[in-house]
């Protein structure tokens, strides 16, 4: 007779992120089915690169590096870190029984806050992996959402988290929408980002996006996207962006970008401020398309925005170019598709 192995494990668990590219949501507020839905793409950097292990009490410990690109992020990984203990018994015990102990944390990389690059969902997916593995778990990536308390509106952080790649959500029945319990959105589609092809990020220094309150209340104050600018949006994402990358047409795929990006920017200027968050940032547009970009949209709430180029030599030219135009307040950086999920590391 055989029995099986003892599971084994890990004293530390080690997690390696890409960032999330969002090009916006597909409704708001729609007067029947599903709410929000979305399209966006995971890039290989910025990202968190997290180590996860027991000990005999908490602590947090950032790398200078860390704290250059994300100086909270030792504060926002204990919040994390408190609201998934939250979920433990009473007693104190973990998912599985064993008597709760202390965690440390090492953060070596980061993700900037508030660029849109989907800063807080990959940090809180890195943490509720390490957790899950070092009790012995193996959770899909739906219950870990649910753990964290992400994907009350958009999904595609969550299943970029597990699966990299160009990616659709098909929203929420729910009308209350940020409804945390409910998990995330179904993944509608999933696709390679061609090898060749790069994202080029073009992050303003001097401002950033909504989030927490500001963004619930931003959120609150619009009337519903209309079902006319739904429609299009999702006809630019069925017909274009994905069969696009598929097929690896480049010049397809720019131009899906940019016109979901004005679509998407439209029902957002009231807020914005116009297509873009940042001020300067159509301004640079203009001159990028002068120069034959077109690919341009901005990510989530931005500032942040990203810029399809064909290959490396093209987001070098245009990095020159935009580097030039706002070297006061703009980074940019050249960052390829990713076309997997985060790496996991166990020891």
């Known amino acids: 007779m055989s029995f099986p192995s003892a599971v084994s494990i890990p004293s530390t668990v080690t997690v390696t992120t890409g960032a999330r590219i969002h090009f916006g949501l597909l409704t708001h507020r729609p007067k029947s089915g599903r709410e929000f ?16 292990s027991r000990a005999e009490v908490d602590s947090i410990e950032a790398s200078t590096v860390a704290l250059a690109t994300h100086p909270n992020c030792a504060e926002r990984a204990a919040s994390i870190l408190n609201g998934l203990r939250s979920l433990r018994g009473g007693n104190g015990d973990d998912q599985n029984g064993s008597a709760a102990e202390g965690i440390a944390i090492k953060i070596e990389t980061a993700i900037p806050a508030h660029q849109g690059l989907g800063s807080g969902s990959q940090l809180a997916l890195s943490i509720a992996r390490g957790l899950d593995r070092l ?26 988290f597990e699966l990299g790649g160009l990616l659709v959500d098909g929203g929420k029945l729910s009308r209350v929408g940020e409804d945390e319990d409910s998990g995330p959105a179904p993944l509608v589609s999933r696709v390679d980002v061609p090898e060749e092809w790069r994202f080029l990020l073009l992050l303003p220094r001097d401002s950033v996006g909504l989030s927490g309150e500001e963004e619930t209340a931003a959120f609150s104050s619009l009337s519903g996207m209309s079902e006319s600018a739904t429609d299009r949006l999702c006809r630019i994402t069925v017909m274009q962006l994905v069969p696009a990358f598929q097929e690896a047409r480049f010049e397809e795929a720019s131009a899906a970008i940019s016109e979901y990006g004005r679509a998407a920017g439209e029902y957002f200027a009231g807020i914005q401020g116009g297509l873009f968050t940042h001020p300067v940032m159509a301004e640079l547009a203009a001159t990028l398309r002068e120069a034959g970009a077109q690919g341009l949209a901005q990510t989530s709430w931005g500032p942040g ?12 030219e245009l990095a020159e170019l935009a580097g030039n135009f ?7 950086q050249t960052v390829r598709g990713l076309n997997r999920g985060a790496l996991v590391e166990c020891s």
């Open 37 to 52: 839905g979305g399209a966006g793409v995971m890039v290989d950097s910025p990202g968190w690169r997290i180590s996860v």
């Open 135 to 160: 009790s012995g778990g193996d959770s899909s990536v739906a219950e870990l959402c649910r753990r964290a308390g992400r994907g009350g509106r958009s999904a595609i952080g969550t299943w970029g």
């Open 305 to 316: 925005c990203a810029l399809l180029c064909r290959d490396e030599s093209m987001a070098s």
């Open 326 to 332: 706002g070297a006061k307040w703009l980074d940019t």
